[in-house]
């Protein structure tokens, strides 16, 4: 790291004064063994000299737990229960984030130019098989993230044109200062019907070069559900005026941050169908099922 003016008055080396771009990184990992665990954590700069920007990670943190069975019973290597399917994973993410001129780096304005975020996230599934090729999975994941700045915003009528000075109306964006969370609860249900049909003809002529045909027919069915559960999450989302006439838009108050806003599910479903056809013949002399569609 070094400031733009540095080399052009200190340096001797050519490669010194032609080069516009500098990086540079420390990082550490960390694997727990015999546990779920991973944590990696990194520091990293990247410098133009030429337009005198710095952008700077201090520090940048990585937390995974990844699939985890609590319910399963590991002494008995027998068949699960359908409870004992309950699985969840977690991540978790942390950066700090500086962007700003290398004249700025070292004074208090730097903090003014600081971005920093936290977000964390856990789904939770488990697969239930009533009978044979079908299997119901119901899904929830939980996201949240932490920030210290939010935006609102505000439709004046009375606005005055920084440029101009005249009254135009228009949208205030305020920034405000803090420690602000928020988070999303989705939950979903998946289910998927896929038996397989079976048929064959034996050729009788033993001088035939194919003495089989096997058909194999897949069809298969499939359905989602995402239910609207507005009421566990947080008010992330809300509604500014945009123009004269009134009309509205949707805006979040964590725009502009470094993991954005975690997204709400919406109410929807979903029905797919589906039908795979596949052909084996046995060839007399390889004496073996070769697939042709």
Not at 24 to 51: C, E, I, R
Request: with cysteine; aromatic share 12%.
């Amino acid at each position: 790291m070094s400031s733009s003016g540095y080399d052009r008055q200190n340096s001797y080396e050519l490669t010194q004064h032609i080069t516009t771009t500098r990086q540079s990184s420390v990082s550490y990992s960390k694997a727990w063994d015999g546990t779920p665990f991973n944590l990696s954590v990194s520091m990293n700069h990247s410098q133009n000299v030429k337009n005198k920007t710095v952008s700077l990670n201090l520090p940048k943190i990585s937390f995974t737990a990844s699939r985890i069975y609590p319910l399963k019973n590991r002494r008995n290597p027998g068949p699960s229960k359908w409870w004992q399917e309950l699985q969840f994973q977690y991540t978790a993410s942390f950066d700090n984030q500086i962007n700003t001129t290398d004249s700025l780096l070292f004074t208090r304005r730097v903090w003014e130019n600081m971005r920093t975020g936290f977000t964390h996230e856990i789904p939770v599934s488990f697969q239930i098989r009533p009978f044979r090729n079908f299997s119901i999975s119901p899904q929830l994941s939980y996201k949240g993230v932490l920030y210290t700045q939010k935006i609102e915003k505000i439709w004046d009528p009375e606005r005055v044109d920084p440029v101009t000075g005249n009254i135009i109306p228009g949208i205030i964006r305020d920034t405000l200062k803090g420690v602000f969370y928020g988070h999303a609860l989705n939950p979903s249900i998946n289910a998927s019907y896929s038996p397989q049909i079976f048929g064959r003809f034996t050729f009788t002529n033993p001088d035939s070069r194919v003495q089989a045909i096997r058909h194999v027919m897949k069809p298969s069915v499939s359905f989602s559900y995402v239910p609207s559960l507005k009421g566990f999450s947080s008010e992330m989302y809300r509604q500014v005026q945009i123009d004269t006439l009134g009309r509205l838009a949707d805006y979040s108050v964590f725009e502009g941050n470094i993991f954005g806003t975690p997204s709400l599910s919406r109410k929807s479903g979903n029905i797919s169908l589906g039908l795979t056809n596949i052909l084996e013949a046995k060839d007399k002399f390889e004496g073996l099922l070769k697939e042709y569609c």
